[in-house]
């Protein structure tokens, strides 16, 4: 059994808005394995970043708070740390991919300096040394001319390029666990490619653990070991990856898994729909956040909502109902 | 059989050039050549799909053919008529039968408009309407896309991506067009919307008789959406076919690592599958490379790829490709093979 290196429970984070209290992550309990590759699922406003940006506390406070819950990470809680601590942890053994390549680089600060900046606050390096090391990483994660382009803007890039280099920083310190946050969602599907082949063979070289949150089921299949499925600020399922996609099991999952197009496919079927739409979380959730577009749902649905139990070995699911039968478990 | 008649929209040798200009003087120095030398025919009823990375100039296909930009040379004719030699009144008439559903539904609706003034606005552009008949129409609409008609008054903020999405598609058939552009229509909406508003599309086709191009960057979508398939690289259509076929051959190299990179729901598929990595990014549409525009990112390519730009030629009947080294089909499949390992 591999190790946990970070373990997360009853993670509760809270916006406060002009409309009332956005519950975003309602208890929310997640572990990591030594060097597993970890997909974190869910559609826009389902949790999913906000989880993890509460581990890294960088949720803006006000409005933002974390309620309630642990992150251990080495036998420290992550969200107990003074301000100073975690700055040490941030951006050097955990450290953070972001979506959208353009916005998360500093348009007036060259890349060198960029890149030397972790790695002179976490390595205690020279920046001579700083420079080298840059170099050695933009050109494991394929920048051509790595050491002339070290004086040249994030505009000077392409896309694929800016996500190279994010990759490359967030990569300096060595980090234990990266987490990426939707890394190819931003790239078109040949960079795309090149992108999670790259993290593959990255991960291979460098045994760190990741934490891949994305929406795109058919990129979580492609890179991770094991799979958490959110909704409305909830996990409803969790599994290793084959048989999360082999028995998908929670009436979530199973629609969005079916609402899928296959690429094999030859027929035309018509997709299969979910219909109504995501919730808005402004309520205290005592009922399942699913259950007002489930096919499956009952009185029970409506007066508890169920909480992530095991089913077998690997896999578990928060629902009511076992949807290869039809009947209440 | 194919006649003239069944074909809705033809496009000729369709190249749009937007000019670079620099300096005080604002001298022209050179042109994007976003499409460049583009042709395809549209059949009534049918659902072209347009698929290529960003930059490749399908947006600006489906932009021109509407003559939103009035393009550098060419032709595109609808039921005959050249709507790029159409003068602006008649080209203004013209636009009741040619309409677009946009992007981006936060961008493409007025936050200052009611629901009913949005979808109702062609009808009075086009001045044919009294209030009364717009407050029918818009219920109608309304209905039609599956909104709650009572929902006309309210304001775009109050609604969703995939309900503001319906809305862009009511919109888009307030004037009972039979010919719509759908530029990238659920690529900003979530998995579970996307499919709701996809269905909502198909039956709109068969309902109403609809074409459509339908432009995308998602493979698994423009496959169960489209009959037939057009790929672009950097402002040409590499390849062209029907849907099943070119899934299931796929002749240019640059087709063959487009499907090859797409992410499948499936892990298992991993274990088995060959991948075609491309290396590098797509070239400036600025400045192009000669002869074939795929030939610097091309696994197969060689000398000859440079001197000239391949013919877009019919391979077997209704597949057509742009690439000199098809027809050496055995061949190429070999040296993709042997890369891609």
């Known amino acids: 059994m591999a190790e946990k290196i970070l373990d997360v429970q009853g993670l509760e984070t809270q916006f406060k808005t002009p409309e009332g209290i956005v519950h975003a992550v309602n208890g929310v309990s997640i572990h990591l394995d030594e060097g597993e590759t970890l997909g974190l699922v869910g ?287 | 059989m194919k006649t003239d008649n069944d074909i809705l929209v033809k496009i000729e040798n369709l190249v749009m050039h937007f000019p670079i200009y620099r300096g005080v003087i604002r001298r022209q120095v050179g042109a994007v050549r976003a499409v460049d030398g583009v042709s395809l025919e549209i059949r009534q009823g049918e659902t072209l799909g347009l698929v290529g990375e960003s930059g490749c100039g399908k947006t600006t296909v489906g932009r021109t053919i509407l003559q939103l930009y009035k393009p550098t040379s060419g032709h595109v004719y609808y039921k005959g008529t050249d709507l790029a030699k159409l003068k602006p009144e008649p080209m203004r008439l013209m636009r009741k039968d040619l309409q677009m559903i946009f992007q981006d539904p936060y961008a493409s609706l007025n936050p200052r408009m009611t629901v009913r003034d949005i979808i109702g606005d062609p009808m009075f552009a086009f001045g044919e309407a009294s209030g009364k008949q717009i407050d029918e129409r818009v219920q109608e609409l309304l209905k039609l ?29 307030t004037t009972n067009p039979s010919f719509i552009v759908c530029d990238e229509p659920i690529s900003a909406l979530d998995v579970s919307i996307q499919a709701q508003v996809v269905n909502l599309l198909e039956d709109l086709q068969r309902d109403l008789g609809l074409t459509y191009l339908f432009i995308a960057h998602d493979l698994s979508m423009v496959r169960h959406i489209s009959d037939r398939v057009a790929v672009m690289y950097l402002g040409v259509v590499v390849e062209l076919a029907d849907r099943n076929e070119i899934y299931d051959n796929p002749l240019h190299p640059y087709t063959k690592a487009l499907l090859s990179a797409i992410p499948v729901p499936d892990p298992t598929f991993y274990e088995t599958r060959q991948r075609i990595i491309l290396e590098g990014d797509v070239p400036s549409p600025a400045n192009p490379p000669s002869g074939c525009r795929f030939r610097t990112r091309c696994p197969i390519a060689d000398e000859s790829c440079a001197l000239e730009r391949p013919e877009f030629r019919e391979v077997s009947p209704g597949h057509f490709v742009a690439c000199i080294k098809v027809g050496m089909q055995t061949n190429t499949k070999e040296v993709i093979n042997q890369e891609s390992v």
């Open chain 1, 43 to 329: 559609e826009s406003g389902c949790g999913k970043s906000v989880t993890m940006l509460s581990i890294l506390r960088l949720i803006q406070s006000p409005p933002g708070q974390i309620v309630a819950g642990k992150a251990i990470f080495k036998g420290s809680d992550l969200l107990a740390m003074s301000q100073e601590e975690i700055r040490q942890v941030r951006g050097g053994q955990i450290s953070m991919i972001f979506q959208d390549p353009m916005t998360s680089l500093n348009p007036v600060m060259n890349i060198g300096k960029q890149m030397a900046e972790p790695m002179l606050l976490h390595l205690g390096i020279t920046p001579k040394e700083a420079r080298e090391r840059s170099i050695k990483l933009l050109e494991s994660v394929g920048i051509p001319r790595a050491g002339e382009r070290l004086k040249d803007y994030p505009h000077q890039y392409s896309g694929g390029m800016r996500q190279r280099v994010m990759i490359a920083m967030a990569l300096s310190c060595n980090p234990q666990i990266l987490i990426a946050d939707e890394p190819t969602t931003a790239l078109d599907v040949t960079i795309q490619a090149q992108i999670v082949d790259l993290v593959i063979r990255l991960r291979q070289e460098l045994g760190m653990a990741i934490i891949w949150i994305t929406h795109d089921l058919g990129v979580a299949a492609s890179i991770a070991n094991r799979i958490a499925v959110m909704y409305g600020g909830f996990i409803i399922e969790e599994a290793a990856v084959k048989e999360l996609y082999a028995n998908p099991s929670h009436p979530y999952t199973l629609g969005l898994i079916n609402s899928l197009p296959q690429i094999q496919r030859k027929g035309r079927q018509r997709l299969y729909s979910i219909e109504g739409m995501p919730p808005i979380l402004l309520q205290t959730p005592k009922a399942c956040p699913f259950a007002p577009r489930c096919r499956w749902v009952r009185e029970k649905c409506w007066q508890q909502n169920p909480m992530l139990e095991s089913i077998g070995e690997n896999h578990k699911v928060a629902c009511w109902v076992d949807t290869t039968t039809g009947s209440e478990r």
């Open chain 2, 145 to 173: 896309v599956r909104l709650d008609p009572d929902f006309a008054n309210r304001y775009p903020h109050e609604f969703s991506g995939g309900q503001r999405q319906r809305i862009g598609v009511a919109r888009a058939l």
